[in-house]
Structures are given as structure tokens and as C-alpha cells.
């Protein structure tokens, strides 16, 4: 169990492992929709396949990733409802707390925000899961376009991802500030605003 945990305590091989769930993927692909280096990419995915998470198979030139038997779907899932689950005790515990820290904002204060107005909400995933499902009045900005995006200057951005376990919007967050745009994320992601049914 320290194994799985130490195999899973990264937020790169976690992020990799969410895409892979999805469908097989190339390197390549997994590293356009992560936001990760090609070279990372490969790296955190060796360390998987050597870890029996993932495995390979070849089509021509490229070689795809799939998910090992097993119940590493369930193991995500629960991974991601326990970080919900703490999310919004936190969020219960800091509800009078300034809407801005490091961890990101709770679903309170994005509600908060979307009652007084002049924000503007980016889902930074790809544009297939924006499709699937997304938090109303959200445009769909996928992380590799973010930096050639022009957004309103009377706008404050917030960003979000998947969950509380994936870097995109951590990552968009660094491409906004690097622009001098005032952002901050959503630190639950979609997932933890769909499980309150918001």
C-alpha cells in the first residue's frame, strides 16, 4: 500500500493517470491535454508502466497507453471524492476567510463572485471534456491556447480543471500572472462543483 501511495503521491503521474482513464493516449497527446513536457510526460509514464498502472501497445510510429487491469479507475475515484470531501469540510471551516489564498477559492466564493459579476469563468481542459460538461456560463479555453487568449481587462479570470488533483488550472494560473492578468481557480474543479449539484 506505501508503494501505490508513493506511485500516486505526484501530481503529474495522478494528472496522467486521469487522462489515461478517459481512452488510450499517445505521449503526445497526453502531454498536449496535461499542459506537461513531452519529455516529463515520458518520464512520469515509464515510472507507471514500471509500477504495472499502465501498459503499451504499439500502433505504427506511436506507442499508446492504456490502464492495467484492476481497479485503478475505483482507486481515482475514490482519491478524488476523499479531496472533495476535505475540500469543502475546509471550506465549512474558513467560510469568513479572504476569497484568495494559495489552495485556490471553495464553490461559496465562486457562487459569491457569480452573484456580484465582473468575472469571467475559463474552463482550461480540453475542449472534448468541455463538451461533456462544464459549469454554466463558462468559456472553454483549453490550457495550451491560454497565453494567445485575449480576456477582458475589467474581468477577473478564475480557471478551473478537472478536480482537486489536477495541475491545469494550477498551470493557467502561472500563464495568467506571467501576463499580469488577475486570475485565481477554482480549487475543487469541476468534479467538486458537480457533487453539489451547482
Known amino acids: 500500500m506505501s508503494e501505490i501511495a508513493s506511485m500516486l503521491g505526484n501530481e503529474s503521474r495522478l494528472l ?5 482513464a ?11 491535454h496535461s499542459g506537461l513536457p513531452v ?8 515510472l507507471l508502466k514500471k509500477s504495472r498502472m499502465v501498459a503499451t501497445r504499439r500502433e505504427g510510429k506511436r506507442i499508446l497507453y492504456r490502464l492495467e487491469p484492476g481497479p485503478i479507475r475505483e482507486l481515482l475515484e475514490a482519491l478524488e471524492k476523499f479531496a472533495v470531501f476535505k475540500e ?9 476567510e479572504a476569497p484568495e489564498n494559495h489552495s485556490g477559492i471553495s464553490n461559496l466564493e465562486l457562487q459569491a463572485k457569480m452573484k456580484k459579476g465582473g468575472i469571467l469563468v475559463v474552463d482550461v481542459r480540453s475542449s472534448e471534456e468541455y463538451k461533456k460538461g462544464h459549469i454554466a456560463n ?8 491560454l497565453g494567445a487568449h485575449k480576456f477582458p481587462k475589467n474581468k477577473e479570470v ?20 506571467a501576463r499580469e492578468i488577475t486570475a485565481s481557480r477554482l480549487a475543487t474543479g469541476y468534479s467538486g462543483w458537480a457533487s453539489e449539484n451547482l
Open 22 to 32: 478517459e481512452g488510450e493516449k499517445s505521449v503526445e497527446t497526453l502531454s498536449e
Open 88 to 96: 469543502v469540510q475546509e471550506t465549512k471551516r474558513i467560510r469568513n
Open 158 to 177: 478564475i480557471v478551473y480543471c478537472r478536480g482537486p488533483l489536477c495541475i491545469l488550472s494550477v498551470n493557467a494560473l502561472a500563464v495568467l500572472h
Open 16 to 20: 496522467l493517470l486521469q487522462l489515461i
Open 138 to 145: 463558462a468559456i472553454s479555453v483549453p490550457l495550451q491556447e
Open 39 to 46: 519529455a516529463s510526460t515520458s518520464q512520469q509514464l515509464q
